[in-house]
């Protein structure tokens, strides 16, 4: 009845393990099953030159979408807020909803020059363009051994 989760009989020995996993049992329960990260779908193409990342964002505003780019890490963060008003003829409220929403995500992507990268968003798609730094080539050569 009200989904009450029954205990250990006394005669059982109760290890913190035992305790632990009793409580956290309590997780499994439906109510958490719902509950889950928002998350955006995110393509990462290697062009050997640059790399170019496609992200689906949509109904956020292109001004409610941020870009950052540091120790190596890009993140990606956008925001949407939302508000309806209904008010009837005397300024009384009959119904108000507002919501909010906001989702990131970062990527580890290390040897690219970052003053060089571009960014467009369009009808949902957010696409970033980052080429990689020009890295000097290893000519190497022989060490003489001596003696």
């Known amino acids: 009845m009200f989904g009450l989760v029954p205990f250990a009989m006394r005669n059982d020995v109760d290890t913190m393990d035992n305790v632990f996993d009793r409580m956290m049992n309590v997780f499994d329960e439906p109510f958490m099953s719902g509950f889950h990260?928002?998350?955006?779908?995110?393509?990462v193409k290697d062009n050997g030159d640059s790399y170019d990342l496609t992200a689906e964002l949509p109904g956020f505003q292109k001004g409610n979408i941020t870009l950052t780019y540091k120790d190596n890490y890009l993140t990606i963060g956008a925001k949407?807020?939302?508000?309806?008003?209904?008010?009837?003829?005397?300024?009384?409220?009959v119904r108000r909803e507002r919501s909010q929403s906001s989702v990131?995500?970062?990527f580890y992507i290390d040897g690219i020059d970052d003053s060089k990268a571009t960014a467009d968003y369009k009808?949902?798609?957010?696409?970033?363009?980052?080429?990689?730094?020009?890295q000097a080539e290893d000519t190497g050569h022989t060490i003489a051994i001596e003696g």
């Open 37 to 43: 990260t928002p998350e955006f779908k995110v393509d």
């Open 80 to 93: 949407n807020e939302t508000s309806s008003d209904e008010k009837d003829e005397k300024g009384n409220y």
């Open 104 to 106: 990131s995500r970062s």
């Open 123 to 134: 009808d949902g798609i957010l696409s970033i363009h980052m080429p990689k730094t020009v």
